[in-house]
């Protein structure tokens, strides 16, 4: 795992976002690193989420970390994907809408 910054940390600090797991709604997350680009993960604030202790594992579930990654592509703008060109965001994002949006988000763990 990635260390995230401390100026990341101040800001995950002080959005509400981040204190509720993503996929459950409840509290006591950590945080989990949505992408990798180039061999390291993406540290940066849109490709953070929360997620339950407990779920944030090394090998979640392929639903959760879809799920997670669906979030992170939804709070992303097009200039923070543009720093990252050689992944192709609309059609990762488009298959993952595709796949969970609408859906019954009701997970259980």
Known sequence: MRVIPRKIRDKIEQD???RYCVITGSEG???EHCWIY???QINELWALVPLR??????HPPVE???RCRLISLNR?????????PKKNWDI???YLKEKYENKD???IY
């Open 105 to 107: 988000k009701t997970i």
């Open 76 to 84: 992303a703008t097009k200039e923070d994907l543009a720093k990252y």
């Open 16 to 18: 509400d976002f981040f």
């Open 64 to 66: 959760v970390k879809e």
């Open 53 to 58: 202790r407990d779920l944030n594992t090394s």
């Open 38 to 40: 180039a061999g390291r």
């Open 29 to 31: 997350v950590s945080i």
């Open 92 to 94: 990762i994002h488009k």
